[in-house]
């Protein structure tokens, strides 16, 4: 006969024993994962809405915009791209995000993440884990760079080391501190980004969504110009021209629009099938009408096939008579290297070293394949300084509407004669926007301020 | 034995006096604990009998006092008496009555119970005090029902056994001597009794009377183990089956609404009770800010993951709400919010099978879209006008846009007169003759119908000495107010249970329901303007004069439209009355749940329990679009190529087909202890483990080209990009997979100890590990445990004489619950988005949860002081409960600075602080023989106020959101702007923090200029509770229920805003500024497109109502159709009813706004109609 008691503590240990029995209640999860493979960072790394993403503000600082339509100026949306237009004091309410500065740092906290997880993940193909760590270094270059020169003064080698640049993160934690580093720091670590990701990365990419050698030479080439070593930007734009220079004749995709239609971008391919596209970076607000100043209209004039693609007449969609808007909603407005930005890279390089001449033959060979072979003229200038103008307009004329205008104008007010001041019209009124003001730099959000106040706002 | 009784309420002789006990002891022990006051005062009996029978007289005594008789034979009932009293005392009369009979009284609590002198159980015992060796005996309870299970043993010794089914046990070779014999039973009170067993058998028997005065033993049940009541230290609210038949309702929570103090039930779409996330409900408020919010439900004994709408409320026996720690603390990281333990009918032993049968059929009047702000025709055709000539009209937004466009008659001929297309005498024309179609004419019409349903019920019941049985089935069906939507529901419950021996008990319980959900329907839905393709103006007709239904536009102009199709592409017109013949929608749902257990008895104080439960549900959406939908033609030129002409999707009808399932298991191990631990007190406890494991799981799937003919689909290319109208798209990938585990495993201890059945004491113990928080993360994971203590002061010397007092107890408790999160982890989390890169068409992923290691589960501490009483002679009963709650460790939505990389994360960083008062109260206040009135109030107070927040944004954006926390504030507390007129250009003004008048939406405010706004109330009712009325007179019953809230505020939606979506305007347009002058007449701002933004003007104090109301829910009367008297053989009882639902409603807001259903331009659910419910039940 049994005794009960030894029956009671047999029970006792099994219901103890599983509950104490930990691995019962570790459960992996499905669908949400830990990223622990390679793959894992793989699949980040592969998300467009955070990687491919670049500003689509800075335009509307910038004279290629002029808002005319009073009936857009009542409707904008968001109400900063107003504010922005206006060169107010401040962009956004206290509590509002700013979308350019939420969306760089989201890139580069994602490729930290990459960046530091990738060394110790499972299971990748040999160098894979190399190459991916270098595209999140390339994206994280990417979004320094824009950040550098939107809410921070242009670059000045004089100043560079005390200039405020923006706060420097390269690990994914929210506990560091937010101390804006210098210039000097943000752009020594762009470079460094990009030269030591170069060894890792195809000459190519599969799509031009990742980041490849060219790509990274583009954006040195730019860096560089942006720096004002043209030596250096001349250098990796003829270097990434090397493993990518075709250019899409805008007059063979003339054939492809039905006579008549209104709106021809439907048949011009997107910037990720466009062949000149190096690395695809969309403007984050695609959506917003970009009503364009008759000062750009008249330097693209009517026969520029990039007027007939890239702008449409206001009235079509109900707009305010005599309004042009830059692309459609549905193009990306690509602000990522592209062949032509580094052609006209290497053009203004060449002319700021005194090679005028060779300058604008780049440029020629561009604008071949801007206009109808019949509307066809080739630029010509007297001198360096001429051919510079002449290769600054073509590049405003091939720019437009993707991001570029505004840190261009930035540069060349450090050159009286280059320098500009922007008028913007607002319901009759006139607002001005004078060379080298603190206005040209983007104020830090409040929301961005209140919860760090160690990041200094940007004097007005 | 024949054993008679009678009581006032109790019909005699209608059947066999055995079965009437057996079968009605519940409910008699219910009736007569129910009513025993008396209508004339303390024990003031006067007789004038002369040669009457006794039981004549009991029956007297009975009216006069509402002293109860129990006896047996036949002897006592037909011996005749004489006696004389006035205004004597029970006891006078009785001893008068019975001085020349062979018979003693015993008076319990309300209760005479009678016995021949010589056979009293001390007589007996000293009977057979000579008789040697064997003792055999019978328990039973003071009407003779044996009591099963009863622990015998005689002290010192270890002789011990327990009752069998007929109440009997015995000893063999029990040694010669003195023995103090001990029988226990749970819910009675302990008996003790000195024998000496000499030679030869021994044979007693022993009544057992119920603990503490009461007859019935009534219990509440945690889900673990059932507590008597009158042990119970925490906060518990019974909810018996008849509450709950009383109302009747297809829907549990609905017919719980109101049943006891602290429980909130908001009964959701009003018209449709046999759906899923149907209401939503409280107990005690809320504790938490960002988790889960809804209390845990257990049913018999088990958590469910299953909707409540699986379970037939015609099958529920008892409902136990756990409002405190120390009734819910038992369930650990779920039961902050508190407790539902559904307990389902069982049989009973030793009973003949009772078939019980009922149907209700509910018509309830039309849908009232009425009570919508709807602008009418003539305003919405003015609106639209205005809309275009001020510009706003047509929006500015590519013609093939995703996003809806506006493109309404009204606006189309504002536009032509614009643009000189039509001339203004057109114009006036066609106006005239649109603005004379009423807005809700064709749509009530068409798209919706009075709702009707009905539901049959099916029980038989019973048990033989050794397993008891329940079985029911029932069907409920319903035509909601949606025309063509329909809903219906099976479902078929058993329960077993067998005691195997007199120490084994096995219990098995199964149920199956079927959902069955067709969706075919528009409803209300054509109100919402989120779906952009069905938003119906008011003038729009959807049949034209000659009753062919008529064509909508809405993706484009019909011009654009029609030329499209004469290039190749489906016919893109809406057509609301095709639309709802062609559907095909349905949603089907099977569930079902097995439990089995296992009781062994080892020893009379040690028992265990091991019980296993599985449930499963499958959930499936078989949405059909054959080609003629508009659903089918819209993706099929959503995604057509516009120059190639290509079909991304091919021609064909779709299907989209969805599966959800749910698939759990917990297995429970449990040692129910029941130790004799000396003679004055008493201690139960259990100690257990369990294991669980729940298992969410679904596909989705979209199968394009189907034919439902063939049942076959056309492989589509998910890959190529189409040049369509609405840009570069790939073709939706359907297939979608998820699967989620959740375990737990946890070990739990719970114990009571009473002492001299005065004072109770209570504790609980439970450890949770589970993966929501991970398995490195013990620091965080504490235990949870609750302590409590009861004092009956009735039972102390000083109140025994209170005669006015029947029972008076103190409760205080104090201790730990905990509430869980599942949508965060402390790792960091990424999820693979179902479809592709819309770039690159490779798979990608995103973070979803940033690495956040604080991570733990939320506490929330209770203190609970209470009082229950019974007074006058149980004319009032009743319960007073205060709580104190602290919410610690709650999770809230942190901002976190953007610049590092995500702009929020949860964070155990708030607490909260609530109390409230729960106050129940029952009583009669007439009481005769046909004629009785009992009411029963519930009254709760709950309030809360935010203790702790983190990165409180001290913001107007912040604020004006009640869902915010806001520190030191009650959870929910409106802020408002205040008004300050309109200007003389009918822009809306406001005034802020200095008191200048500003524009309402000039963006320069300050946004933290907090003196902008003013608090102007809470969002969730601070005072609720119901009051129930019962009348009877003879054979009818009427019955009335009373719901009310009060002390809170709601904003009364007013104009929408027309800027962003025109068809979202609200009849107060109509009263729009519209020349000069007219802002002193009216608040209704212009339409002004330099100030277009009227947020804060509708978040203004303009708007804030008195949301406080009272609502006549339910009135029934019922008539029990005296069958005995009609000689109706066939049928035992037979009672029908009718009910009127929601026949009144009283608001403090002028408006009329039910603030149960708040109007919107775009409201899902309108309130419940009147409904009138035909009813009847019988029992066979």
């Known amino acids: ?460 | 034995m024949k054993i008679n009784t009678f009581s006032m309420a109790v019909p005699k002789a209608w059947l066999s006096p055995q079965i009437l006990l057996i079968m009605k002891l519940t409910t008699l022990l219910l009736i007569i604990a129910l009513m025993q006051a008396s209508a004339k005062g303390y024990s003031q009996i006067t007789l004038n009998a002369t040669n009457a029978p006794l039981e004549k007289v009991f029956e007297s005594i009975n009216q006069q006092t509402g002293y109860v008789f129990f006896y047996t034979g036949t002897d006592i009932k037909n011996a005749k008496v004489n006696v004389q009293v006035k205004n004597a005392s029970i006891d006078e009369t009785l001893n008068k009555c019975l001085q020349n009979l062979p018979y003693t009284y015993k008076i319990i609590d309300k209760n005479v119970v009678f016995q021949h002198k010589e056979e009293s159980f001390i007589d007996k015992a000293k009977a057979f005090f000579n008789l040697p060796g064997k003792i055999t005996g019978k328990v039973t309870d003071s009407i003779g029902t044996p009591l099963i299970g009863a622990s015998v043993r005689l002290d010192q010794t270890n002789y011990q056994a327990v009752t069998n089914t007929n109440g009997e046990f015995n000893f063999d070779a029990v040694p010669t001597g003195k023995y103090k014999i001990i029988i226990t039973y749970i819910g009675y009170q302990k008996l003790e009794q000195n024998i000496e067993i000499n030679a030869g058998p021994v044979t007693i028997n022993f009544t057992m009377y119920p603990s503490f005065g009461h007859l019935s033993e009534v219990t509440v049940s945690t889900g673990y183990q059932d507590i008597p009541e009158e042990r119970a230290t925490g906060a518990f609210g019974k909810i018996t089956s008849k509450d709950i038949e009383r109302r009747e309702s297809s829907d549990i929570l609905e017919s719980i609404e109101g049943s006891t103090a602290g429980l909130l039930v908001n009964v959701g779409s009003p018209d449709q009770s046999l759906i899923k996330n149907r209401d939503n409900f409280s107990i005690r408020g809320v504790s938490t800010i960002n988790s889960v919010t809804t209390p845990l439900i257990v049913l018999d004994g088990f958590p469910t993951e299953l909707d409540l709408v699986n379970i037939n409320p015609a099958d529920v026996e008892s409902i136990t709400v756990l409002k405190d720690a120390a009734a819910a603390s038992i369930w650990g990281i779920r039961a902050a919010n508190g407790v539902l333990v559904i307990t389902t009918k069982k049989g009973k032993f030793n009973s003949a099978p009772q078939v019980s049968y009922s149907s209700t059929f509910t018509f309830t009047g039309s849908p009232r879209l009425s009570y919508l702000p709807l602008l009418n025709s003539a305003g919405m055709l003015s609106l639209e006008k205005e809309l275009v000539d001020k510009g706003i009209l047509p929006m500015q937004q590519n013609p093939f846009s995703s996003l809806p466009n506006v493109y309404t008659t009204g606006s189309q001929l504002a536009l032509g007169l614009k643009n000189g297309t039509i001339s203004q005498q057109q114009y006036n024309q066609q106006v005239a003759s649109l603005s004379g179609i009423n807005v809700d004419g064709q749509y009530q019409k068409y798209l919706l119908q009075s709702p009707f349903a009905q539901q049959h019920n099916v029980a038989i019941s019973g048990g033989s000495a050794t397993s008891r049985n329940y079985f029911s089935a029932s069907y409920a069906s319903e035509n909601p107010n949606a025309k063509n939507d329909f809903d219906d529901r099976i479902t078929v419950n058993f329960s077993n249970e067998t005691r195997i021996s007199q120490k084994l008990t096995f219990t098995a319980q199964s149920f199956v329901t079927i959902l069955n959900q067709k969706t075919d329907g528009i409803g209300l839905s054509a109100l919402e303007p989120d779906k952009s393709q069905i938003t119906l103006s008011p003038y729009d007709q959807l049949v034209n004069a000659n009753g062919v239904s008529n064509n909508f536009s809405y993706r484009s102009t019909a011009h654009a439209l029609d030329s499209l199709q004469n290039a190749g592409f489906q016919n893109w017109n809406y057509n609301y009355i095709n639309e709802m013949a062609n559907a095909d929608n349905t949603e089907n749902s099977l569930a079902y749940r097995l439990t089995t257990g296992l009781n062994y008895q080892i020893l009379p104080a040690i028992g265990v329990d091991v019980k296993y439960m599985i449930e499963k549900s499958y959930d499936k959406t078989n949405d059909y679009y054959s080609p003629d939908t508009y659903y089918a033609r819209n993706l099929i030129n959503s995604y057509t190529d516009i120059n190639s002409h290509v079909n991304g999707v091919p021609v064909g009808g779709v299907l989209n087909q969805s599966d959800a399932d749910q698939n759990n298991y917990n297995l429970r191990g449990q040692i129910n202890l029941n130790p004799d631990i000396g003679r004055d007190s008493r201690l139960y406890a259990i100690v257990g483990g369990e294991l669980r494991q729940t298992v969410s799981s679904g596909d989705g799937n979209v199968a394009y080209g189907y034919d439902d003919r063939l049942l076959t689909a056309t492989p589509v290319d998910y890959v190529t990009k189409y040049n369509t109208t609405l840009g570069n798209l790939v073709v939706p990938y359907g297939q979608t997979f998820t699967n989620l585990v959740d375990k737990y495993a946890s070990a739990y201890a719970n114990f009571t100890y009473s002492y001299k059945a005065k004072y109770d004491l209570s504790g609980s113990f439970r450890k949770d590990n589970s993966n929501l928080f991970g398995s490195a993360n013990d620091g965080t994971n504490v235990p949870l445990y609750s302590f409590g203590g009861k004092w009956h002061l009735k039972d102390e010397t000083f109140l025994t004489n209170t005669d006015w007092i029947s029972e008076l107890n103190l409760r205080a408790t104090y201790g730990y619950n905990g509430n869980i999160n599942k949508t965060n982890s402390p790792y960091l989390i990424i999820a693979t988005s179902p479809s592709v890169n819309p770039i690159n068409s490779g798979p990608y992923a995103t973070v979803v949860n940033p690495a956040n290691p604080e991570l733990s589960p939320e506490r929330v501490k209770t203190i609970n002081i209470a009082t229950d009483f019974t007074l006058f002679k149980s004319r009032l009963s009743g319960s007073v409960d205060a709580y104190w709650r602290k919410s610690l460790d709650l999770l809230g939505q942190v901002a976190i600075n953007p610049t590092y990389g995500f702009t929020s994360l949860e964070a155990n960083k708030l607490e909260m602080a609530g109390r409230g008062i729960d106050i129940e109260l029952n009583g009669y206040e007439i009481k005769t023989r046909n004629f009785q009135w009992s009411s029963s109030i519930n009254f709760s107070y709950n309030t809360n106020k935010v203790a702790k927040t983190f990165f409180q944004q001290n913001t107007l954006d912040y604020y004006t959101n009640p869902a915010n926390p806001i520190q030191g504030q009650t959870l929910g507390t409106i802020y408002t702007y205040r008004f300050a007129g309109l200007n003389n250009q009918g822009d809306a003004m406001i005034y802020n923090g200095a008191g200048q008048k500003i524009y309402a939406d000039d963006y320069t405010l300050n946004e933290n200029d907090l003196g902008a706004i003013e608090k102007k109330g809470v969002t969730s009712p601070p005072y609720f509770g119901s009051l129930g009325n019962t009348f009877t007179y003879k054979n009818f019953e009427l019955y009335t229920l009373i719901t009310f809230k009060a002390g809170y505020q709601f904003i009364r939606p007013t104009i929408g805003n027309i800027f962003s979506d025109p068809r979202d305007a609200s009849a107060d347009w109509a009263n729009r500024w519209e020349k000069p002058g007219d802002e002193l007449t009216t608040n209704v701002p212009s339409i002004d497109p330099l100030h277009e933004d009227y947020t804060r003007y509708e978040e203004s104090n303009l708007f804030v109502e008195n949301a406080s109301y009272i609502r006549l829910r339910d009135v029934t009367l019922t008539y029990k159709i005296p069958v005995r008297a009609l000689k109706w053989g066939f049928v035992n009882t037979l009672d029908v009813s009718i009910t009127g639902k929601n026949l009144a409603l009283w608001t403090a807001n002028k408006y009329g706004i039910d603030p149960d259903y708040i109007p919107t331009t775009s409201a899902t659910s309108l309130p419940p109609s009147k409904s009138l419910i035909f009813s009847v039940k019988a029992n066979f």
Not at chain 1, 26 to 38: C, L
Not at chain 1, 39 to 45: E, T
Not at chain 1, 438 to 452: D, F, K, M, Q
Request: hydrophobic content about 40%; glycine content about 4%.
């Open chain 1, 1 to 460: 006969m049994y005794n009960p008691k030894y029956f009671l503590l047999l029970l006792w240990f099994a219901i103890f024993s599983f509950v104490s029995c930990k691995k019962y209640v570790e459960v992996k999860p499905e669908g949400q994962i830990t990223p622990t493979t390679v793959n894992d960072y793989q699949l980040l790394l592969n998300n467009s809405t955070v990687f491919n993403v670049s500003s689509g503000t800075t335009d509307f600082v910038t004279d290629d915009i002029a808002l005319i339509d009073t009936g857009l100026i009542s409707s904008i949306q968001p109400v900063s791209l107003l504010n922005i237009y206006e060169f107010k004091e401040l962009f956004y309410q206290t509590s509002e995000n700013d979308p350019d500065w939420n969306a760089f740092y989201q890139q580069i906290y994602t490729a930290n993440i990459a960046i530091q997880g990738l060394p110790s993940a499972t299971s990748g193909a040999p160098g894979q884990a190399q190459k991916l760590i270098a595209e999140a270094k390339v994206h994280r270059a990417y979004a320094y760079l824009c950040l550098v020169n939107q809410y921070a003064a242009v670059y000045n080698a004089s100043n560079v080391d005390k200039a405020p640049g923006v706060p420097l993160l390269l690990v994914p934690t929210y506990t560091q501190s937010l101390q804006r580093a210098s210039e000097a720091t943000i752009y020594n670590q762009i470079l460094s980004d990009l030269n030591t990701s170069l060894a890792a990365l195809p000459n190519l990419p599969v799509n031009n969504t990742d980041p490849s050698k060219t790509a990274v030479y583009a954006l040195l080439a730019r860096t560089y110009l942006y720096m004002g070593d043209y030596a250096n930007a001349l250098k990796n734009a003829d270097l990434a021209l090397s493993l990518q220079s075709t250019l899409l004749s805008l007059n063979s995709e003339l054939s492809n629009v039905p006579p008549g239609f209104f709106y021809p971008v439907f048949y011009f391919p997107l910037s990720q099938d466009n062949p000149e596209t190096i690395l695809l970076k969309a403007a984050d607000n695609q959506d917003a009408p970009l009503n364009l100043s008759s000062e750009l209209l008249n330097l693209l004039g009517p026969n520029d096939l990039r007027t007939y693609f890239f702008t449409y007449n206001g009235p079509d969609l109900g707009y305010y008579p005599g309004t042009y808007y830059a692309y459609s909603p549905y193009e990306s407005r690509n602000q990522g290297p592209t062949v032509s930005e580094m052609m006209l890279i290497e053009a203004e390089c060449l002319a700021r070293s005194q090679q005028g001449q060779q300058g604008l033959a780049v440029v020629n060979v561009l604008r071949q394949n801007r206009f109808k072979p019949s509307d066809y003229t080739p630029l010509t200038a007297a001198n360096d300084q001429a051919a510079l103008v002449l290769i600054l307009q073509e590049r405003r004329r091939e720019l437009f509407a993707k991001g570029f205008r505004l840190f261009d104008l930035k540069r060349y007010n450090t050159d009286p004669t280059l320098a500009k001041t922007i008028t913007h019209p607002l319901n009759g009124a006139q607002l001005t926007l004078a060379p080298g003001s603190n206005r040209y730099v983007y104020p830090i959000a409040t929301n961005v301020i209140s919860a760090n106040p160690e990041i200094t706002q940007n004097p007005r």
